[in-house]
């Protein structure tokens, strides 16, 4: 078998999403998630003007050598670009291994350990009433964990919070946006918040929260320590990863269950975190992660150390990559949880799913490889916007973590 072509698909039902396509010369194409939102055409550059030339000609069921042409034939390793590029490739290459072999990428990751996956939904409140409102309404849904941002007094634009009751999309049109960070009023308040939360649906319900890198470790420890009450499922991204010995002292003032690394892309940002149990949950996705082959690596490497998958899974990462994530998190032993925010209607013109919601669960159905089409001619109809993610300054105007 050949790879006798590949293509990239950059198109923007609502928002900007890359899909790498690689074809064969037995007629089976597979398809792979490049979205790196924000920075897609540099995605885009590097599997057009090096990855796809490199293809060509190979064998697509070499799945392990071809990471390793990509990651350690690459002399310029790691980071974001690079590695959703071989995300894609890795994905794409497993998509058409599972409709060669005409069986769901599930059975070649180790088969079904769960037929359905816990996910999570977002609840995104301008403040206490609105997040009370949106926690209920996600509830009544049928999630059984929902990860509650919220509007913070004297914070005009808090992470997490649509600007208007529409779809919150971090991303925006032209250059960043300038978000407003205030460190002190966010660690007063969360208890409070968390406490009410608590309050009003009980205990049986998960609460997540994120706090997107943007405390320092003490910080950390003093918020993780004050939510230690309300029992959070998890609470995601408390510092900066870069720093991976920070979270020693939360782990050392706290029992509240840390997540971190979407934005991660490699298991080497989680040595530490993973070896000196530091983590409870991975956040790094499969494209973001380095695909299904070193993902699995990951995973299984963090299942010594009692660490669980918790897959980063916002809307600006696609279709493809939410079913490839619902396949590995069925067969692997260690899967914790899945970040589930629901596409907008207009993206599922363009991705044709395998998958579904039901009573707080994702379940994809029995069509081979990943099971996720894209549409070609209707992806064309919409063109790539150029959009950014925020960034964040503190009060004092300081530059800060978005
Ligand atoms: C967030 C993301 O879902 C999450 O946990 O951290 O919404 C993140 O802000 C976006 O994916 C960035 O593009
Ligand atoms: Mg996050």
């Not at 964990?145 to 509007?151: C, D, E, H, N, T």
Request: proline share 4%; charged share 25%; net charge negative.
């Amino acid at each position: 078998m050949k790879i006798t072509d590949a293509k990239v698909i950059l198109t923007c039902p609502g928002r900007n999403f890359v899909t790498l396509k690689i074809i064969t010369d037995q007629g089976v194409y597979g398809l792979g998630d490049a979205t790196l939102n924000g920075m897609e055409k540099a995605v885009v550059a590097f599997l057009e003007s090096y990855c796809i030339p490199a293809l060509i000609g190979k064998d697509p069921r070499n799945t392990e050598d071809i990471w390793h042409y990509f990651y350690r034939g690459v002399y310029w390793k790691r980071g974001s670009v690079t590695l959703t590029a071989i995300s894609a490739i890795d994905m794409a290459l497993w998509d058409i291994k599972g409709k060669a072999l005409n069986t769901p990428l599930y059975n070649l990751i180790g088969g079904k350990s769960r037929d359905r996956v816990m996910v999570y939904a977002h609840a995104n409140g301008k403040d206490l009433n609105d997040t009370l409102e949106k926690v209920a309404r996600e509830k009544e849904k049928g999630f059984l964990a929902i990860r509650v941002q919220s509007g913070i007094p004297g914070i005009s634009d808090a992470y997490g919070v649509a600007k208007d009751s529409k779809f919150y999309e971090p991303a925006h049109k032209g250059l960043p946006n300038v978000e407003q960070w205030d460190t002190s009023k966010y660690l007063n308040y969360l208890p409070y918040l968390f406490g009410k939360v608590r309050e009003t649906f009980g205990t049986d319900l998960h609460l997540l929260h994120d706090a997107h890198h943007r405390l320092t470790p003490v910080e950390a420890a003093r918020l993780a320590k004050e939510l230690e009450p309300h029992h959070l499922f998890w609470l995601e991204d408390p510092v900066t990863g870069e720093l991976q010995e920070g979270l020693r002292l939360i782990r050392k003032q706290s029992s509240t269950p840390i997540a971190i690394g979407e934005v991660f892309n490699t298991i080497y940002d989680y040595t530490t975190l993973i070896t000196e149990q530091l983590i409870d949950y991975i956040r790094m996705p499969l494209v973001h992660g380095g695909g299904i082959t070193h993902m699995k690596k990951v995973a299984d490497f963090a299942s010594v150390y009692h660490i669980q998958t918790g897959f980063h899974g916002a809307t600006d990462l696609s279709p493809v990559n939410l079913a490839a994530a619902i396949h590995f998190n069925m067969a692997i032993n260690n899967f914790g949880i899945q970040e589930y925010m629901p596409h907008q209607e207009i993206v599922h013109e363009v991705f044709k799913i395998n998958y579904r919601f039901k009573d707080g669960f994702l379940s994809v159905d029995d069509t081979p490889g990943i099971g996720v089409d894209i549409d070609e001619e209707k992806a064309s109809r919409y063109p790539y916007e150029m959009a950014c993610l925020p960034v964040n300054r503190k009060t004092d105007g300081t530059m800060f973590y978005w």
